[in-house]
């Protein structure tokens, strides 16, 4: 049974920094696109960041530069560094996992940012409040 749970969620003023870390279970293989996405309410949920098994990233636009994504596969966690944070980054943030082939995973995985719906696995979040 596959598990993701998510810690590190808090409330920051603008311009501070958060750590997210994704504790990951029962993923028997190491072919996963894995990623973060966030949700505000009312509203559709955006990808922010994937990475694929060969640990190539991918941002959305507004991420850009001040967000790392990671993994650490023996430890089999997934964190997102969040530098210069900003009111706009308020959401509840979740981890997911997608099974990928090997072949095209860089184009699939890069892919799923723009497209949620397409990861099987997901955590139940943590929350990130960014006051000004």
């Known amino acids: 049974q596959v598990q993701l749970v998510e810690s590190g969620g808090d409330s920051v003023q603008a311009g501070g920094s958060l750590r997210l870390s994704c504790a990951v279970s029962?993923?028997?293989?190491?072919?996963?696109?894995m990623g973060w996405f966030r949700q505000v309410p009312g509203k559709e949920r955006e990808g922010v960041a994937t990475?694929?098994?060969?640990?190539?990233?991918n941002y959305v636009d507004s991420v850009k530069g001040r967000f790392t994504i990671s993994k650490d596969n023996a430890k089999n966690t997934l964190d997102l560094q969040m530098n210069s944070l900003k009111p706009e980054d308020s959401a509840m943030y979740y981890c997911?996992?997608?099974?990928?082939?090997?072949?095209?995973?860089?184009?699939?995985?890069?892919?799923?940012?723009?497209?949620?719906?397409?990861?099987?696995?997901w955590g139940k979040g943590t929350l990130v409040t960014i006051s000004s």
């Open positions: 990475i694929n098994s060969d640990g190539q990233t």
């Open positions: 997911a996992a997608e099974p990928t082939i090997a072949i095209n995973s860089g184009t699939y995985c890069a892919n799923l940012l723009g497209f949620w719906q397409g990861m099987d696995y």
């Open positions: 029962g993923l028997r293989d190491s072919n996963f696109c």
